[in-house]
């Protein structure tokens, strides 16, 4: 089976780098640029972003995110791309905006550049949107032909966002080794259309290490909103090893299983990398993994308020149905829990779920 690698163009990373997004874009041979931001932001760096281009004497047209990636959304930016004669798309923001702006420009066949504005997920170096409808409810998954061309993350603007963001961030990271892992061990197909890599494994790896080295630090950093080597470290663990880790390595367990938990309306009030951090536990209570590497992930999940069982994600007192509710959607043909080197059903990730929530519960 072959292996498949997939990664952004290039991937910049520092303070202050949105200051010279104009920069990096002539390496695109722009011509204009068509920018999508996140509102809050705009309000924010619009003076910063504008002055980028004016010191090349490059146009730029700075739209307000409308708050969906849906079908309306990305067909109203490329009529207006089309209008301004823009060659080069760029998306600011979180999630739903850089994925528009990922959709848009691939519906138009342009380059496109990232910037995340929030390190809570592994998604802006990904070839990938999610696309809702426009009341907000999950349409499918448009897989694009090319990651990003660039990815820019200002680390100062990511050390202005809560710090619960960069925490959940680090909650989705900590699934990436462990499902790289698995998918590694069952020769499973990933996202990128081969096999787990030496390379991807090594990338998911070194991850997990980083965020148990620095994630304490970081999190203390993104509270006060100051920035450190140990948040530089996270950002990059969460955006570039977690994004080209998941991507190149795989899917496996946790992400199914945060799936599954979405089925309850009690949940839904919590991060992705929330629900993912305790999808990870169960995962590595379905491995039966050593007792001091299940101890190991409790600790650092305990240490940054992650959510270690069902009582943190808002779940209490769930009934037999429920939780069999959860494990048959984990376990949904299509989904990824099949990405294991050995065969789940419902009944083993209900086990799991009850067993995971005792060991995070009762974890001292």
């Known amino acids: 089976m072959k292996k498949v690698i997939y990664s952004p163009t290039k991937y910049i990373q520092g303070p202050n780098e949105l200051a010279h997004i104009c920069d990096y874009a002539m390496d695109l041979g722009i011509s204009g640029a068509y920018a999508i931001v ?3 932001i705009l309000s924010h760096y619009e003076e910063t972003i504008q002055t980028s281009f004016k010191r090349q004497q490059i146009a730029i047209h700075l739209d307000a ?9 990305i ?12 060659n080069v798309i760029i998306g600011i923001g979180g999630g739903k905006t850089l ?14 550049i990232i910037v995340p504005t929030i390190a809570s997920t592994d998604a802006p170096c990904s070839a990938l949107s999610v696309l809702y409808t426009d009341a907000g409810q999950f349409d499918r998954y448009l897989f694009l032909k090319t990651n990003p061309n660039v990815v820019i993350v200002d680390s100062l603007v990511i050390a202005q966002a809560p710090s619960r963001l960069l925490v959940s ?4 990271a900590l699934a990436t080794y462990f499902e790289a892992r698995a998918c590694h061990r069952s020769n499973a197909l990933t996202i990128a259309g081969g096999t787990c890599s030496l390379a991807a494994l090594t990338l998911a790896k070194l991850c997990y290490e980083t965020l148990l080295v620095d994630g304490y630090q970081a999190k ?3 509270d006060h909103h100051v920035n450190s080597k140990a948040l530089e470290n996270i950002i990059e663990a969460n955006t570039y090893l977690s994004g080209v880790g ?6 496996a367990g946790a992400h199914a299983i945060h799936n599954g938990l979405t089925v309850l309306k009690e949940s839904h009030h919590m991060y992705h990398g929330e629900k993912v951090a305790f999808g990870t536990l169960v995962q590595l209570v379905l491995e039966n993994a050593p007792k001091e590497e299940i101890d190991e992930v409790l600790t650092f999940c305990r240490q940054l308020g992650l ?10 007192n769930p009934t037999e149905d429920q939780l069999m509710a959860v494990a048959t959607a984990s376990c949904d043909p299509q989904d990824t829990i099949h990405h294991m080197p050995f065969e789940v059903t419902p009944i083993d990730v209900y086990s799991a779920i009850l067993i995971a929530d005792r060991l995070g519960a009762q974890f001292a």
Do not use: H, Q
């Open 220 to 222: 203390l950093s993104a």
């Open 169 to 172: 961030g680090m909650g989705d």
């Open 307 to 316: 959510p270690t069982c069902l009582k943190d994600l808002g779940i209490t």
């Open 99 to 112: 994925d528009t702006a990922k959709a848009v420009a691939y519906f138009s066949n342009l380059p496109v």
């Open 65 to 73: 995110f409308n708050g969906e990636c849906s079908k309306t959304e």
């Open 246 to 251: 998941f991507e190149s390595g795989g899917l």
């Open 75 to 86: 067909n109203r930016i490329i009529e207006n791309v089309k209008k301004g004669n823009l």
């Open 38 to 40: 996140d509102p809050f």
